[in-house]
């Protein structure tokens, strides 16, 4: 049998294992705070729905106060809050923070609420937006249930009229990707969205995201 | 087996040779230490860090949703805000001291109380009467839980190590469910 | 053979390979695997928690009388929406819900799922299950809507309607809740039930008549009226608010029920709640205008509110003797006192009319109880609940059309009692403090150095030592208006006080309410048993009275609501009361949230 040479061993067994263990330590830092992100994602928006749902205290997440819980709660996903003092803000604020989080309440138009079908209402039988607050920084990421356009948001409390949701096509709310729904009262959905962790090669995961429905 | 001369040779060289390998080796192995060594515990590190944010997040979720629900008999003489950190410090596998008995207020944790206001939109309660009614949100948060490093940072050979601590801070929160039998609120949070 | 050379193995394996192998097994994989796998379970466990919770309050809140499964679906629903396939690559976790039915209702979701391992199945570990329960709790409960449409009101009763229907009673489950309604301006009426005989009387064993709040308030009770929602969508504002006597009715009405069930079923453990939406201060009582006999100090004989001069035929002459020199009945002559026109604006006092009985024919002889001036909710229903034909001798300038009023000169007194024996004076209420929708005080009503005397309402100058001012520099004002004023103000706290502590089952009640016909005349306390101990188990009642106070129209006046509700910012706050809440709504979207926030009592997450 051949003897090889087995000058520098250690040196060498060193190299071999090098990748190995280089891709265990980049792997653990991309995968583990990757899901600290989305563990701490999923939280917020689970808080976020609960506090929501249970807008009848007088949360409203267009006020300040409100918001800086919420930038508590996300922790360092770098969540900022948008409204100052008294004043409301329910469009959030582009470019401020890395973090931004959805809270929409939707309803569904069947026949109890529009009881001439079309011709009373345009979004007969969809999905609907009655309510929706930004929080953050929305070029982060927009809502995956849809974007019911400025307009017809009122910019203080966040309501959308009867007459609008009833007839404007940015108000329809795209509950498709989820499981279907019982139709008969509001949901409160809240929606999330944070940096994720990226090494190159290894984890790559630009945005972590979760929605909570109540 | 009669050894050769050559054979002969060849052992007295191998054993030279044998000797200075394991010179040879230890000089080796004194190169490797620190970056293996490093790794291993930097891998170590990094879990163990990610375990702990993780289990606490979770603890205080978990607590909180404890805390809104519960009612005075489930609480126990402490009131609300023992109950909940007790419920925390159970919950996070170890992690904050204090599981049993009288000193379950680790310091790391912190409830408040907040009243959601139409104008500003909350005010902390937490010191006011009433903080527990019902409609209140309790947030209970751990911070600046120091957790130890196994590894020092070395960041340059004529600086001392980084031996500070990692700090992790997590937070939940979630409003006070009604019901006629809500705890007291408990010593100071 | 070769000889083994011991040396060979050690020259050839380096530490490294040694040192990694050892630290893989023991620590390395351990503590990637705890990091790793451990945070996955979490995110799952919390996905799953979420999910579960929102199970359970979404088909709690979505209980319907359906059958059982319809509830497991409805959670299933909301757990499968919350917990996206495939997540983390864990099986569709599977859901058990659980639902009790009884006097409280209980939704209670769990859930578990499998998560595949990634590190820790190089140890042998493929999966973990993680799961979650959620539980949520609902109270049955016996509701009396008391909803003021005073003038005050006109130009948002819209906003109100939907407020209420949309908020609170959608929250509330027909054939479970019981719910009734009540409306006021310058009287009140109960329009849900809707009632063809005397509904005011409280006749615990009475079960020929409607009693009470039922649960049929969804399906039309009244062919021409409809459901709740009709009703509550036909209120039209304009008025006087005459709060006192609209929670009295209410009272009346819950104690109704509460009989009902209770012989009908052994026990009563509903929750009793009064849910009072108003947007000003009380500025009217109804009264009984020909009181007789002592008042209940027994200083006092001679107590008839209109003065012996006037033309007002069923006034009492002289000192009252037990029998009455005019014509009709001694009940014919319930009448109403306010103060009109609004605070802040010079004038006197005003009597209003109520209806009289004497034109009634034998369908439509109840005591009305309500001004047909805003036909409700049409006037083919006016006969119903209301008349207009004033008594002989009473009829004042009609002014507003249908409201017949008398000037004060023709008022002799303010009675210790209103027409339900709520007291008129000993509240000590005698500041009206509005507060308007930023919180700041707007105007207040007071007297410096005033003795009220609620005898008296004439003044002469020697009962006057003061004038008395308003705060917003409108005054002064007369002082008969502002003894109308502090009357209206006591009789609403004095009723709230009797409700929340049950005045009627120890009997301590002023029993005021009519008797019929030929009984008994005016104001004397109740002698006999305690009314609703006649019914066996009958225990003290428990309710709550919870106010919503609209300060969008100039104000409210928000410390005697905090007051009648007892909440704990009140400034008598009695901890031996039954707690409410008092919920201010300072804009038109603010009534909706104080209507979810009265909802959101009876809902919640239990476990």
Redesign the interface.
């Known amino acids: 049998m051949t003897?090889?040479n087995?000058?520098?061993?250690?040196?060498?067994?060193?190299a071999l294992?090098?990748p190995f263990?280089?891709t265990?330590?980049l792997g653990?830092?991309g995968?583990?705070?990757g899901?600290?992100h989305?563990?701490?994602v999923?939280?917020l928006?689970?808080?976020t729905?609960?506090?929501y749902?249970?807008?009848?205290?007088?949360?409203?997440f267009a006020?300040?106060?409100?918001?800086?819980?919420l930038v508590?709660?996300a922790?360092d996903l770098g969540l900022q809050q948008t409204?100052s003092?008294?004043t409301p803000n329910v469009f959030g604020t582009a470019g401020t923070g890395t973090a931004v989080v959805y809270v929409s309440e939707v309803l569904y138009l069947g026949q109890n609420l529009c009881p001439n079908g079309t011709a009373s209402c345009a979004n007969y039988e969809h999905w609907v937006f009655a309510q929706r607050i930004v929080i953050g920084n929305p070029s982060v990421d927009s809502s995956h249930f849809g974007s019911p356009s400025a307009s017809i948001i009122n910019s203080t409390?966040g309501?959308i009229t009867t007459a609008n949701y009833e007839n404007n096509a940015t108000a329809i709310a795209n509950m498709t990707g989820?499981?279907?729904?019982?139709t008969?009262?509001y949901?409160y959905v809240a929606e999330a969205t944070g940096p994720g962790v990226s090494v190159p090669g290894f984890w790559n995961s630009p945005k972590v995201y979760?929605?909570?429905?109540? | 087996m009669t050894t050769t001369k050559l054979e002969a040779v060849r052992k007295t060289r191998r054993a030279l040779r044998a000797h200075r390998r394991k010179g040879q080796e230890v000089i080796e192995f004194t190169l490797i230490m620190l970056p293996l060594f490093g790794i291993t515990f930097l891998t170590l590190d990094i879990a163990w860090a990610i375990f702990s944010k993780a289990t606490l997040q979770w603890a205080v979720r978990d607590a909180v949703r404890y805390g809104v629900t519960v009612t005075a008999a489930q609480a126990g003489a402490g009131g609300l805000t023992t109950a909940v950190k007790l419920k925390a410090a159970q919950l996070s596998l170890g992690l904050l001291s204090g599981t049993s008995g009288a000193d379950n207020t680790d310091s790391h944790l912190q409830v408040h109380f907040y009243e959601p206001n139409a104008t500003t939109g909350v005010t902390d309660v937490t010191a006011d009467a009433g903080a527990n009614d019902p409609g209140n949100i309790l947030q209970l948060s751990v911070n600046n839980y120091q957790m130890f490093k196994l590894l020092p940072l070395f960041y340059s050979w004529n600086q001392a190590p980084d031996t500070g601590k990692i700090t992790i801070s997590v937070a939940s929160a979630d409003i006070i469910e009604y019901s006629n039998d809500v705890p007291a609120e408990g010593p100071a949070p | 053979m070769r000889p083994s050379n011991p040396r060979s193995g050690s020259g050839q394996r380096g530490i490294a390979v040694v040192w990694m192998t050892l630290m893989l097994c023991t620590f390395l994989l351990p503590m990637v695997g705890l990091a790793i796998d451990l945070t996955v379970l979490y995110s799952v466990q919390s996905k799953l928690s979420a999910a579960v919770d929102g199970g359970a309050l979404g088909a709690g809140r979505l209980l319907t009388t359906a059958s059982s499964s319809s509830i497991t679906t409805i959670a299933t629903q909301f757990v499968n929406a919350n917990f996206p396939t495939g997540y983390w690559g864990s099986q569709a976790p599977v859901v058990t819900a659980t639902y009790t039915n009884g006097l409280t209702q209980t939704v209670q979701v769990s859930a578990t799922a499998v998560v595949p391992l990634l590190f820790m199945r190089i140890l042998g570990f493929n999966s973990a299950t993680v799961g979650s329960t959620g539980t949520a709790t609902r109270r049955a409960s016996r509701i009396e809507l008391v909803i003021d449409r005073s003038g005050s009101m006109t130009g948002v009763e819209s906003d109100l309607q939907s407020a209420a229907i949309n908020n609170l009673l959608n929250a509330l489950n027909p054939g479970y809740d019981e719910v009734g309604l009540v409306i006021f301006d310058f009287s009140a009426a109960v329009v849900y039930p809707q009632y063809t005989v005397r509904p005011y009387n409280f006749s615990p064993t009475d079960s020929s008549t409607p009693a009470g709040p039922d649960v049929n308030f969804m399906t039309s009770n009244n062919p021409a009226t409809g459901t709740m929602v009709n009703l509550i969508n036909s209120i039209q504002a304009g008025g006087n608010t005459g709060t006192a006597e609209a929670l009295s009715l209410a009272y009346i009405e819950l104690q109704k029920a509460h009989v009902k069930d209770l012989l009908a079923n052994g026990t009563d453990i509903r929750t009793n709640a009064i849910v009072l939406f108003t947007d000003g201060g009380a500025n009217q009582i109804a009264v009984n205008l020909n009181q007789g006999g002592a008042d209940p100090t027994g200083t006092v004989t001679n107590l008839s509110v209109i003065k012996s001069s006037s033309s007002c035929s069923f006034q009492s002459t002289g000192t009252f003797t037990g029998t009455f020199t005019g014509t009709g009945t001694a009940d014919q002559m319930r009448g109403s006192i306010g103060s009109w026109p609004p605070v802040g604006q010079t004038g006197n006092g005003d009597l209003f009319q109520l209806a009289s009985l004497d034109t009634f024919t034998s369908t439509g002889s109840y005591w009305g109880a309500y001004f047909a001036t805003h036909p409700y909710p049409n006037s083919s229903d006016d006969q119903q609940i209301g008349q207009t034909t004033p008594l002989t001798g009473c009829a004042g300038t009609p002014t507003p059309s249908n409201v017949n009023m008398l000037s004060s000169t023709q008022i002799s007194r303010i009675p210790p009692q209103d027409l339900y024996g709520n007291s008129t004076n000993g509240g000590g209420y005698w500041t009206s403090s509005f507060i308007d929708q930023t919180g700041t005080q707007q105007f207040t009503v007071y007297a410096t150095g005033y003795n009220y005397d609620p005898t008296q309402v004439v003044t002469t100058a020697s009962k006057v030592p003061g004038s008395v001012n308003i705060g917003n520099g409108n005054g002064p004002v007369s002082t008969q208006e502002y003894e109308l004023q502090i009357a209206a103000w006591n009789a609403l706290d004095n009723a709230a006080m009797n409700i929340r502590g049950d005045a009627y089952y120890t009997g301590t009640y002023y029993q005021g309410v009519d008797t019929g016909p030929s009984g008994s005349i005016g104001y004397v306390p109740y002698t006999g048993t305690a009314l609703r101990t006649g019914a066996a188990g009958d225990a003290p009642m428990k309710i709550e009275i919870l106010v919503i106070g609209y300060t969008g129209n100039g104000g409210v006046d928000d410390t005697l609501l905090r007051r009648v509700a007892n909440d704990p910012s009140s400034n008598v706050f009695d901890t031996n009361q039954q707690e409410g809440i008092y919920v201010p709504a300072n804009n038109t979207s603010e009534m909706a949230t104080a209507f979810a926030a009265v909802a959101s009592e009876l809902l919640r997450l239990a476990q």
């Open positions: 003897r090889k087995s000058r520098g061993n250690s040196a060498l067994e060193f294992l090098l263990m280089t265990l330590l653990t830092i995968a583990g705070f899901l600290l989305n563990l701490e999923i939280q928006a689970r808080d729905a609960r506090l749902a249970k807008q009848a205290q007088n949360i409203n006020l300040q106060g409100t918001q800086d819980i508590t709660l922790g409204a003092g008294t409390t309501t989820v499981a279907a729904l019982p008969g009262a949901l979760s929605y909570a429905i109540f």
